[in-house]
């Protein structure tokens, strides 16, 4: 069913496994750094 699988994908979305997690941090601040530093240079 459907269903099933949408709750498992929400369930695996809400607790995410923890390179998941890192690799998101890091993507955001690179990210965050980038954007400051164009807008230093600005």
Do not use: C, M, Y
Not at 3 to 23: F, G, K, W
Not at 29 to 38: A, I, R
């Amino acid at each position: 069913r459907i269903e099933d699988t949408n709750e498992r994908t929400s369930t695996i979305r809400l607790s995410p496994s923890l390179p998941a997690v890192a690799q998101a941090l890091g993507e955001i601040f690179l990210h965050f750094k980038w954007k400051s530093v164009s807008i230093i240079s600005l």
